[in-house]
């Protein structure tokens, strides 16, 4: 090893400071090394050996991260297209796969075609600043993705963010800004730290009535709302969506890997212009072979959303007929209100302890006073680890006073 330059050490010497600030504060993420794969139930390993945790707090919505269909995909496709293009999309680095891919995710959204990215996260940074100039306006959910506010922190429209659902809001900002040559709305289709699904009729109205485009976020939406599993537009009844921005790292597999679905035409601009595409390496084709198998999985096996509608439900009811206060409604994330940050932290550390895997998030994540342990629904689990989710949040809930005894 080098010995560190002066300037390193002071780096370093204002870079502990500040990680000691954030263990104070209880704003310190620490992580946990699963030495299993994702799954309803986890291995963790741990200094004494490894514990075995019920799993609450994955996005492996439809259970699909160790479907042994899904591994034997990447595994041909492995063997017979190797591991990766070494290439971006242009130069020589598109598969047939991914052409594949597109075709399928564009059907899944009733658009025209769609574009893949490495992470949905780099989608949401290429789309905006692709799009919209100086003379165009954006309208952005104040609950928006980080990776939705990246992407416009990098575009020059005028940016306008509207308070969490607040339709009149949105009214009111397009209105200011009619005289923008392009208007953009984008919103998650599901805000993942409430577990509320954004009402896509109000806001395609204000859309309509302001000549605006809609652009919606369906991470935690597709596979897994709307009766075919094609996200937040279908489980309102077919809202029209100009484009759609998803993740393969949720409820397709959980491996990586996102897109934009839209207009033919503004698919073929993003991939001339959307710098993530240009600029970063194509998608591993073994990835493109198991998102191929998971929406054959979508489309094929409904049981597994209405056996996640089922455990969501059976979740909801217990909690709430125990007294607890839920966030939410109609999605697998299903937040329970603690209030207070360092009884949510408690909370989750003594469920931990009785083998039940679930996160508490306090301020800045979520609004100071409003601390909660975020639970998410997976079809991986059966009726009995819903139940023992239940029996283990009554008793710590009556232990730590959170509900009446
Ligand atoms: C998870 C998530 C992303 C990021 O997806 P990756 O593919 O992991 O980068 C973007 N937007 C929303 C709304 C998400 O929930």
Not at 27 to 45: C, M, R, Y
Not at 259 to 267: K, P, R
Not at 367 to 392: F, N
Request: proline content about 6%; some cysteine.
């Amino acid at each position: 090893m080098t010995t560190p330059s002066p300037q390193s050490q002071s780096l370093d010497h204002a870079l502990a400071a500040a990680l000691d600030t954030l263990r104070e504060a209880g704003l310190f993420k620490e992580e946990h090394p699963l030495v299993s794969p994702q799954s309803g139930h986890v291995t963790i390993a741990e200094p004494c050996g490894n514990r075995q945790l019920l799993n609450l707090c994955a996005n492996n919505y439809l259970g699909l991260a160790d479907d042994p269909r899904l591994i034997e995909a990447a595994r041909n496709a492995l063997d017979r297209h190797g591991l990766g293009m070494a290439s971006v999309r242009f130069i020589c680095g598109t598969h047939e796969l991914h052409r594949r891919l597109e075709t399928r995710l564009a059907a899944l959204t009733g658009q025209q075609d769609a574009i893949l990215f490495p992470s949905c996260f780099d989608a949401n940074a290429g789309i905006f600043e692709a799009l919209l100039g100086p003379e165009d306006a954006v309208f952005s959910d104040a609950l928006n993705h980080a990776s939705i506010i990246d992407g416009i922190r990098l575009c020059k429209a005028q940016r306008h963010r509207y308070p969490n659902g607040d339709i009149a809001a949105l009214d009111a900002a397009l209105a200011e800004a009619k005289d923008a040559r392009r208007k953009l709305v984008v919103t998650d289709g599901v805000f993942s730290m409430d577990g509320v699904i954004a009402d896509l009729p109000a806001i395609r109205a204000m859309c309509d009535r302001h000549g605006a485009l809609l652009m919606v976020d369906d991470s935690h939406a597709t596979g897994v709302l709307g009766p075919d599993g094609s996200g937040t537009a279908a489980h309102h009844g077919g809202v029209p969506v100009d484009m759609v921005s998803g993740t393969l790292g949720k409820a397709l597999g959980g491996a990586a890997g996102g897109y934009i679905a839209g207009s033919a035409s503004v698919i073929a601009w993003l991939r001339q212009k959307a710098r993530p595409y240009l600029f970063s390496n194509a998608l591993p084709p073994a990835l493109a072979a198991t998102a191929l198998c998971a929406l054959d999985i979508v489309a094929q096996e409904p049981e597994r959303r209405a056996r996640l509608g089922s455990h969501a439900a059976r979740f909801r009811a217990a909690l709430t007929k125990a007294g607890f206060t839920l966030a939410g409604s109609g999605h697998p994330i299903i937040p329970v209100m603690i209030g207070d940050a360092p009884v949510a932290g408690q909370f989750a550390e003594k469920l931990y302890r009785a083998g039940i895997y679930a996160v508490a998030f306090s301020a800045p994540v979520v609004p100071p006073g409003q601390a909660r342990i975020r639970t998410q629904m997976s079809s991986a689990l059966s009726d009995a680890d819903v139940d023992r989710a239940i029996a283990a949040f009554i008793q710590v809930g009556h232990e730590l006073g959170v509900i009446p005894a």
